[in-house]
C-alpha cells in the first residue's frame, strides 16, 4: 500500500502534503523533526490520507493536491477540520 497524506502545522497552520509507502514510520519521522519541510513547523498532526495500491496513482494524486484547485477544493473538504485546529483558511 501507498499513502498520500497531509499535514497540518500546529505552530503556523501551514499544510504539507506528501506520499509514501509506511505512513506510521513517515509520520514518526516528521514529529521528530527529520523531515526537512516540516522541521522548523512543529508540532504537525496527521489531518488527511488516502491509500493506493500502486506507487504511481500515489504520486500522481499527491501532485494533485500540491496544486491550485485542488488545495482550494481540500480547503473546502476539510473545513471543520481546520476549525478544530484554530485555522480559518480564506
Request: charged share 30%; aromatic share 16%.
Amino acid at each position: 500500500m501507498y499513502y498520500v497524506y497531509i499535514l497540518i502545522s500546529l505552530k503556523d497552520g501551514k499544510l504539507y502534503t506528501g506520499s509514501t509507502p509506511d505512513l506510521k514510520a513517515r509520520f514518526v519521522k516528521h514529529c521528530n523533526g527529520f523531515v526537512k519541510a516540516t522541521k522548523y513547523r512543529l508540532p504537525v498532526k496527521l489531518i488527511y490520507y488516502e491509500t493506493y495500491e500502486s506507487e504511481l496513482d500515489a504520486r500522481r494524486r499527491e501532485i494533485y493536491l500540491k496544486g491550485g484547485k485542488a488545495r482550494e477544493e481540500l480547503k473546502i473538504q476539510l473545513k471543520d477540520t481546520f476549525l478544530l485546529n484554530k485555522y480559518i483558511f480564506v
